[in-house]
């Protein structure tokens, strides 16, 4: 490496992309040991900040990835910035509430507008070979930096500008093996004309705008040759999957300036395969095999990956190595899929994905990082455990581009994630783009596509969000994405919009996003109502629980609500909950309290979100995909999430997952039929179907039961219920559905509170937010339900994946129980969480017994369950311990 005062030679950045895995004992992670500082507080320059003896004293300490505001939260510097209104407090948080901080310039006081240093030593081992190279790989800096290394300035901010790029500088020349080594580097937070990271109207943006080092700083050993992102795409020559024909890349990479020959070799599924290169100085090539020049490379009878609810996500072994001259110069090694993703537009132009040749309704929701980017291995399987326990097969990054560890466990759980740039600041200013922009942009992109490429459980890319680039953008986009060969669909935007470069999307985002009836997504028929593919849906505000809100409001049982409660809704149109509220108020009840708010929103939450389900999967093929907005927070919220910040699951969660069951029995607003939705691939004989209806005072109004069989992934009417089934006098009526098999072991069980009068809409009036009532269904009688008593006893055993908690519950009573909810706590009432109930927010008829179970997280000792209902009083009983081992 050559280096001219601190002037650098362009040739010398090097910036590629690095893949997700290299072989053992090749990467040195920089994770701990670093330093923070102000570049404000110091007047030293970056050769004496990453030379050896300089002065921290004062500087923060802190581990990498992190932000500066994560930093300083972590050191307690600042308060948590989470807790009640504690984030406008923070020095630079000074921008109107509910607005785009992205958009906005940082206030001339904010501590975030001067650079901030990071600065670690790390040592080397003192024998290196001749043939050894050394490389500073960074996963993500947000948004410019230097980067110097003992003394010298390695890259410069002219050159590193971009959150979702990626860095290995040649560091070889720089580093003294077997000393220590300083590295510093000052960062930049990005300006409101930069390609940041954006929080759009979902919470805040935190005051440092996210600058720092969010991804990973590696130290990676490699010989004169690199070899980068390794891929095996599958095709399938037929429509039966029986042959897989793979095509294998690679990057390799001349980092030197002598001309290289060498074997680059590999083995995939276990067959091998091998080709010999000869590199030119400094030249960078993708290496290709197909199946037309090896064979072996055409796999009869592979076993495939699938997505949850389709098979089994089987993974492969891709394995890539280089010899330079005889000598091991790199080698990876990564997990694949044999699996194909394609798409196509059916007859009334909605988008439809297929693996492996099979269709698949996306049933999935919108994924955030934590507000800091913050990350925590625990956390992350926590959370993809939940997505497969609600039987969804998707998630969907609308930017905030992941870590490898997360589409690591997207393989392996297999769970599908649409992937694409975020909306709603520089990134969709198009019209306001300079050369540097799409430079940027476009760079950024081969970036994520080179270390994203090679995970099976990557769906589709998405070029823009809310609507499509320009046919000058788009065509760059497409030209990178064919460049790196990205095996799979790719879509110009989340919107309806056409592009005269790529044409119809096929695909929809009207809203709404606040709240609508059940009835909604059966009887709309233009909007966000179940037909085609809706990417980001939601019927609206998520309510936490008092334990939850115990963590993040000083007020958690405030009635009315605080502004600390307020500051935790959403931005934009959503600073309020009063589309919410108004239909609670108008359909329920006036809450007196805020436990009986929570009460019914957790009903209205349960009743739309698995209404909204429902009728996508009633509808499929003619409804292709919905996406749930939102699957989770970036902090703690009051809107658009099916589990909190805290992974409290609330009602929204079990209508999600009941709704999107394998095998499923459900009603139907817009015709009152009942249909049982198979959502797996094969069929299924001798089923039994019972229906049963009453009123309030839980007289029978009508029962029928059916015998089934059902063809695979296939949608089949049991019966229409009669249009009357009372007197005018019953304003709602009860349906209680169940599904057995064979042995009559029940498969499904579904419980309905229909209003004898559903919502009219006002469809003139509909924005993207939502579509207001014209005239409410009237539900206010189930406030007057007679008192049903419900007696409990629950005991702990192991269970086959740890401790699980049997909770047996029985009404001996002649009223129903309604919306029975259990939630385990600490003996003091503090949240405990994760908890995998079997099911929750449940119906006892009078007479019924039932036992709903528990995983309970690690660690949970002598935990209380509280118990309470609609017209249930609410108790509080301890478990019996019958036998824990190790």
């Known amino acids: 490496m050559t280096l001219i005062g601190h002037k650098i030679v362009p040739f010398l950045l090097a910036l590629l992309a690095l893949p997700a895995a290299l072989k053992a004992g090749t990467v040195t992670p920089l994770r701990n040991g670093w330093q923070l500082q102000s570049a404000c507080q110091l007047q030293a320059a970056g050769d004496s900040i990453s030379a050896e003896g300089f002065k921290t004293e004062g500087w923060l300490a802190a581990s990498v990835p992190t932000t500066v505001l994560a930093a300083q939260a972590a050191a307690g510097t600042v308060p948590d910035p989470y807790y009640g209104t504690n984030l406008r407090q923070i020095p630079g948080t000074g921008y109107p509430i509910g607005r785009n901080f992205a958009n906005l310039p940082m206030p001339q006081d904010s501590p975030y507008r001067c650079g901030w240093w990071y600065r670690t030593q790390f040592a080397t081992p003192a024998n290196v070979k001749p043939e050894e190279r050394f490389w500073l790989h960074f996963g993500g800096i947000n948004y410019r930096s230097d980067v110097w290394l003992n003394g010298h300035k390695i890259a410069d ?220 291995a625990s956390r992350l399987r926590d959370q993809f455990r939940m997505v497969r326990d609600m039987n969804l097969n998707t998630i969907r990054l609308e930017g905030k581009l992941e870590t490898d560890e997360f589409f690591h466990l997207a393989d392996q759980e297999g769970i599908l994630v649409m992937l694409g740039w975020c909306c709603c600041d520089r990134w969709e200013h198009w019209k306001d783009w300079n050369a540097d922009d799409l430079a ?221 069951e394998p095998l499923h029995i459900q009603y139907s607003y817009d015709d009152s039929s009942i249909v049982v939705v198979n959502s797996t691939y094969e069929s299924v004989a001798g089923l039994h179907a019972g229906v049963n209806v009453h009123n309030l005072a839980w007289k029978e109004l009508f029962t029928s039961d059916a015998t089934l069989n059902v063809a695979a992934d296939s949608v089949q009417r049991v019966i229409s219920l009669p ?61 007057s339900l007679p008192a049903a008593k419900v007696t409990a006893h629950a005991e702990i055993e192991n269970g086959e994946h740890g401790p699980e908690l049997l909770l047996h519950l029985d009404n001996p009573s002649t009223a129903l129980a309604f919306q029975l909810h259990a939630a385990l706590r600490t003996q003091s009432g503090g949240l405990i969480a994760p908890v995998f109930w079997s099911d929750n927010w449940i119906e006892l008829a009078p007479g019924e017994s039932r036992t709903l179970t528990a995983l309970l997280p690690e660690n949970t000792f002598a935990p209380a369950v509280q118990i309470e209902g609609w017209n249930v009083a609410a108790q509080t009983i301890a478990p019996h311990i019958v036998k824990l081992t190790q």
């Open 157 to 376: 901010s002219a050159h590193v500008a971009g959150a979702y790029r990626t860095y290995d500088f040649d560091a070889t020349e720089f580093l003294k093996p077997g000393k220590t080594n300083v590295l510093a580097v000052e960062v930049f937070a990005p300006t409101e004309n930069d390609l940041g990271i954006n929080w759009v109207d979902w919470n805040p943006c935190p005051p440092d705008k996210d600058m720092g080092l969010w991804g990973a700083v590696d130290l990676v050993t490699t010989g004169p040759v690199t070899l980068r992102s390794p891929l095996a795409v599958t095709h399938f020559s037929d429509s039966a999957p029986s042959i897989a024909e793979l095509t294998v890349y690679a990057e390799l990479h001349n980092a030197t300036d002598q001309m290289v020959k060498g074997l680059i070799a590999g083995s995939a599924a276990g067959v091998h395969f091998q080709q010999r290169v000869e590199l030119s100085p400094h030249e960078d090539r993708t290496v290709l095999f197909t199946p037309q020049q090896f064979p072996e490379l055409r796999i009869r009878n592979p076993r495939l990956w699938w997505p949850h609810q389709m098979g089994e996500p089987h993974l492969e072994r891709l394995i890539m190595s280089f010899a330079a001259d005889g000598k091991p110069a790199d080698e990876q090694s990564v997990e694949f899929g044999v699996r194909e993703i394609t798409s196509e537009l059916t007859a009334n132009g909605n988008r439809l994905f297929r693996v492996n040749g099979k269709p698949i309704l996306i049933r999935g929701a919108g994924w955030s990082q934590d507000m800091l980017l913050r990350t925590n």
């Open 440 to 660: 940027v942009a476009t760079s950024s992109l081969r970036a994520q596509m080179l270390r994203l490429r090679y995970h099976p459980s990557l769906l589709v890319w998405l070029n823009g969000s809310d609507g499509p680039p320009p046919a000058s953008v788009e065509s760059a986009y497409l030209k990178i994405e064919s460049e790196t060969h990205w095996p799979n669909p790719i879509l110009s935007s989340a919107s309806g919009t056409p592009t005269t470069v790529s044409g119809d999307s096929g695909v929809k985002m009207p809203g709404p996003y606040d709240y609508v009836a059940p009835s909604y997504w059966y009887l709309d028929h233009h909007y966000g109502g179940a037909f085609g593919f809706d990417t980001e849906t939601s019927p609206g505000p998520a309510i936490p629980s008092l334990a939850s809100r115990n963590r993040f409001l000083p007020d958690p049982e405030a009635w009315p609500p605080s502004s600390a409660w307020s500051f935790h809704n959403g931005g934009g149109k959503f600073t309020s909950l009063d589309v919410f509220n108004g239909a609670m108020e108008t359909v329920y009840a006036k809450p007196q309290s805020a436990a009986e708010y929570e009460r019914i929103a957790q009903t209205m939450e349960y009743d739309s979100e698995r209404a909204m389900f429902e009728a996508y999967s009633k509808n499929k093929y003619a409804s292709t995909g919905v996406i749930q907005w939102m699957l989770n927070n970036a902090w703690p919220s009051m809107i658009w999430h099916l589990y909190d910040y805290y992974l409290d699951a609330g009602a929204g969660y079990f209508a999600a997952k009941k709704a999107c």
């Open 723 to 783: 249009q009357k089934l009372s007197s005018d006098a019953d304003r709602v009526f009860f349906v209680d559905l169940t599904l057995s098999d064979v042995a009559g072991r029940i498969l499904s069980r579904n419980f309905y509170w229909v209003p004898a009068t559903l919502t009219t809409f006002d469809w003139a009036k509909t924005d993207y937010t939502h579509t207001p009532a014209a005239h409410y269904e009237d539900l206010t009688a189930l406030n």
